[in-house]
Structures are given as C-alpha cells and as structure tokens.
C-alpha cells in the first residue's frame, strides 16, 4: 500500500496503474479499458473540412444512397 507522504513521478504511477488494472481486469480487459481513454492522432475537424468543403448537399445524398444501395 502506498504512503500518502510519498511523492511518486508519473513513471511510478502509470506502472502501478497498470499493474493493479492487470491483476484486476487481466490483460485483455486491462488493454480494452486502456483504449476507452485513447484519444487517437491528427486533427479530425481539419481532415473532416478537407473531406466535405468541397462537396455539396446533393453530392453528400448521393454517397449516401450508393452506400446504402451496397449494403
């Protein structure tokens, strides 16, 4: 058990914490629950503008009903 004096660097604590998630949730559920906190990498809002500025309405329809034609 930790000492509330003890001052630990963030090294300490992520090791720990992923000892006490291991031996409680074993190492699938220990990964699964780190992913709930993962934020992922580039900037969606400016890839997202990328994506669909240069589309317009009836283009984005469009898509969409294809897709649905494909399912």
Known sequence: MLNADVVMDRQVIRKM???ALMKSLGPIG???FMHE???GYG?????????L???SIN???DEID????EV
């Open 59 to 61: 283009e984005i329809c």
């Open 17 to 19: 914490g992923i000892e």
């Open 66 to 69: 294809t897709a649905k034609k």
């Open 37 to 39: 906190f993962d934020s």
């Open 53 to 55: 500025d240069n589309l």
């Open 43 to 51: 900037d969606y809002t400016n890839e997202r503008h990328n994506w």
């Open 30 to 32: 220990m990964v699964e």
